[in-house]
């Protein structure tokens, strides 16, 4: 999927063009950029660099990004696709209304990657529109772009324009195996998610979900929760949204508004069978090096060989929970992984992933690994 990644700072304007030339060389038929947010990113300035490109340059811009293993919250990671791609980008994502062109989708097409602006609405939508229009064997793996501090700042480009709401959609035809798993283990539930907009979860079990979350979160913790202290403890406390198959798809609480709604860092269709969850540094962990063997699994069933790269999308509100055992879990993908094996990728805002036997799923505090 990828001939190169390659790193760069990103501090010097001058050495964004010897980066790109870098990443074009070879032909490639597309590049990627994730770029970490504390890079003095300045779009006017590089977007003429990327006019000047004969090559399709898209990408955005994230909490942190991931290169050799090591996390960086500066910086810019590179990747030149190898196979033939065809890229569909979608702006105004909060009015999408569910269609497509036919064109975004050829015969060969084996995977699509996602990046989406992690606050717009409607991702869910788009993901269940683009799941209609494909085969069930793709793959798909993505993340969302943006910021926690700052919800309205532009988090996705193309060499046209850097924007906000909406979302790149690049679909290649070259195959990558994924592997999907949390470890947030459920500690009370079902109940049912009875009033929600969205984002706003208003009701749990018909009573207002500030109270039934709070009630659950004090007697767990014997801390009394309220909304200054929210993020310290529903860090540690997502929601999960009980499956038909028992997977628990997360959510993660950001917020508690003055009406007692819980504000979510992704949307929840209403009747939704929840789990309240709690975290466990060992278990999140453990649950990383499981993601990596299932898609190490997968991809040498397929191709008799062992990987060379590995792509890694993880949530910042994961690594914030870890703090610095983050390293721990990068260390333990790598493990499972095989030594020489290059691991890149970024920290999202919610995970899109599917591993192709599946529906696609928009996944919170999460980590997905792809193999290539």
């Not at 269709?269 to 997968?298: F, H, R, V, W």
Request: charged content about 25%.
């Amino acid at each position: 999927m990828f001939k190169k990644i390659k790193y760069f700072s990103g501090k010097e304007l001058i050495g964004w063009q010897p980066f790109l030339n870098e990443l074009s060389k070879d032909n490639s038929p597309g590049i990627l950029l994730f770029i970490a947010e504390e890079t003095p990113f300045d779009y006017k300035k590089i977007q003429p660099l990327l006019k000047k490109m004969k090559t399709i340059v898209v990408g955005g811009v994230f909490p942190a990004v991931i290169y050799d293993g090591s996390l960086y919250k500066h910086g810019v990671v590179g990747c030149a696709l190898k196979s033939p791609i065809s890229i569909e980008v979608i702006k105004n994502l909060s009015k999408f209304n569910g269609s497509f062109p036919e064109k975004i989708l050829s015969k060969n097409i084996e995977s699509i990657l996602i990046l989406n602006d992690g606050w717009a609405d409607n991702i869910s939508l788009l993901i269940e529109c683009l799941y209609e229009i494909t085969h069930k064997e793709m793959t798909f793996i993505g993340g969302g772009a943006g910021s926690l501090a700052d919800v309205t700042r532009p988090s996705l480009f193309t060499s046209d324009d850097f924007f906000a709401d909406g979302a790149i959609i690049t679909a290649i035809e070259d195959s990558i195996s994924i592997g999907i798993n949390h470890g947030w283990q459920p500690i009370h539930g079902p109940v049912i998610a009875s009033r929600v907009k969205g984002r706003i979860l208003k009701s749990i079990n018909w009573e207002p979900a500030f109270k039934y979350y709070k009630n659950i979160v004090e007697e767990d913790t014997s801390i009394k929760l309220t909304a200054e202290n929210f993020l310290e403890l529903a860090e540690s406390h997502p929601l999960g949204m009980l499956k038909y198959d028992n997977e628990i798809i997360l959510r993660v609480p950001l917020g508690v508004d003055e009406k007692d709604n819980l504000l979510l860092g992704s949307e929840m269709p209403e009747n939704s069978m929840l789990m309240i969850t709690k975290g466990y540094p060992e278990k999140l962990i453990e649950a990383a090096g499981m993601a990596a063997e299932q898609a190490k699994a997968a991809f040498k069933n397929r191709w008799k060989k062992s990987p060379t790269k590995v792509l890694i999308i993880d949530c910042i509100t994961r690594s914030l929970f870890l703090g610095d055992r983050f390293s721990d879990e990068l260390k333990t993908i790598e493990e499972k992984t095989g030594e020489g094996i290059l691991l890149f990728g970024f920290l999202s805002l919610g995970e899109v992933a599917s591993t192709g036997d599946k529906y696609i799923e928009l996944h919170n505090k999460t980590v997905v690994v792809g193999m290539m």
